[in-house]
């Protein structure tokens, strides 16, 4: 058996920032992260990648600000995608079991979840995922794993992800001209999940709500399993533009305002208190009350929650996410939204903060690090990892991985 690799890199291509990971597996078998990098990137817009050359430089910032915290050299990586192009949804199969005596072998599991992924899919897409869900043998419903189970009749739920192929090649020369390889592609949800939930609250129900800078991500976890993957083009950064645009202010400042002095809950906000802000044209800064901030920020936060809210109606499961929300990503450290969203959602809400790593445990332990920690943990959890390549094959490899892992 092929030894596991001791290092692993995560890269999270996100609107606002590049993030680089790299991290080692400890003599306990668990993840330490040994290097970290960041670096601004102008080069994508609502997830996806407008300008090559930027991310390029960007990529490769971040990648040497880790390889000399860490002190080694950078081959390939575990990538998140995301974006307002990659589409989600569940499916489901149906095949008769073959073999004697009707007992249901893995070939009869493999045979499912492929006619189960065998939908049509746009054609310019390639499928990034498919994860089993559950499975359904002679009509009963919730069960794991079928192997071994006798049956005539196997149905598997199957979850979904395409991305167009111009999307994840983009993403792939990016990294490959800044010298890396790329491992897998993992969607960003899936990615933060790892990081940021445990499994005790996936399965009994919770929904994760990670917003960056240009997007929001959503992911809702059901009896263990995927549910519903979302991407929604609004983020932080336009409670940002917000501000910007009311106070008359360069996007800079109104960037530091916002991560200072702006709150998403105006009831908590003294109506007295008062903060300084920048002018556009280099005019002289005026003093703001701080209230005026949060009659922006809070209805731009109830409008983004409302619409996840209503999402989640649509699909009828918002009455059974008996563990909540999790407001994770940079956008989820405003002041206020915690409480904004509890209001909203009507059920407990908390802050995700990426767990489950050692070593250089403080540098990452901020939401907008859920992202790129969560690859880290990804890879760690799925050792073997595939090659890249397309369609059915990326498909038919998820499919054994689900075996690696199951059995
Ligand atoms: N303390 C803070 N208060 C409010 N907002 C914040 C704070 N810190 C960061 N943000 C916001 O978080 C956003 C960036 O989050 P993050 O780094 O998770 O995004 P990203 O992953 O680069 O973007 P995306 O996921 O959309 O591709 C920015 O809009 C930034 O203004
Ligand atoms: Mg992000």
Not at 6 to 24: A, H, P, Q, R, T
Not at 294 to 300: E, H, S, T
Request: proline fraction near 4%.
């Amino acid at each position: 058996m092929a030894k596991p690799e001791s290092f692993l890199v995560s890269c999270d291509i996100g609107s606002s920032k590049i993030c680089v990971l790299i991290g080692e597996q400890n003599a306990h078998g668990a993840l330490d992260v040994i290097g970290k990098g960041a670096s601004p990137n102008r080069g994508t817009r609502k997830g996806n990648i407008i300008n090559v050359d930027a991310t390029i430089d960007a990529i490769k910032r971040a990648a040497e600000e880790a390889e000399i915290m860490a002190g080694v050299q950078i081959a390939r990586a575990w990538v998140g995608i995301s974006g307002s192009n990659v589409r989600s949804f569940n499916s489901r199969g149906v095949v008769a079991v073959a073999g004697k005596d009707r007992e249901i072998s893995r070939d009869d599991v493999t045979r499912v979840i492929d006619a189960a992924r065998g939908v049509q899919i746009p054609q310019d897409h390639e499928v990034v995922h498919v994860v089993p869900r559950e499975f359904a043998v002679d009509g009963q419903d919730g069960v794991g794993d079928p192997t071994g189970m006798v049956g005539a009749r196997l149905e598997a739920d199957v979850h979904v992800v395409t991305a167009p192929v111009a999307v994840t090649q983009n993403i792939v020369t990016c990294m490959n001209r800044a010298g890396i390889e790329v491992v897998e592609l993992v969607l960003e949800q899936f990615a933060a999940a790892e990081a940021v939930l445990t499994e005790d609250e996936k399965e009994l129900g919770i929904v994760l709500i990670d917003i960056g800078g240009g997007t929001t991500e959503v992911a809702v976890y059901q009896r263990g399993s995927i549910a519903h993957t979302a991407v929604i083009p609004v983020g932080g950064d336009h409670f940002t533009n917000d501000l910007a645009v009311v106070l008359r202010a360069p996007i800079g400042d109104a960037e530091r305002i916002k991560k200072k002095f702006g709150s998403a809950l105006r009831s908590a906000v003294e109506d007295d208190e008062m903060v300084e802000v920048a002018m556009v044209g280099g005019r002289e800064p005026k003093l703001c009350p701080r209230s005026t901030l949060a009659d922006i920020l809070q209805p731009r936060a109830e409008e983004l929650l409302a619409l996840i809210h209503e999402d989640l109606q649509r699909l009828g499961v918002d009455k059974e996410m008996r563990s909540g929300i999790v407001l994770t990503g940079g956008g989820s450290e405003l002041e206020g939204l915690v409480e904004i969203a509890e209001g909203i959602f009507e059920g407990p809400v908390r802050r995700g903060v990426p767990a489950g790593v050692g070593g250089l445990v403080d540098v990452v332990s901020r939401p907008e690090w859920a992202t790129a920690t969560g690859l880290l943990l990804y890879g760690h959890r799925h050792k073997t990892p595939r090659r890249r390549s397309r369609g059915i094959t990326r498909a038919a490899t998820s499919v054994s991985r689900f075996f690696r892992e199951l059995f």
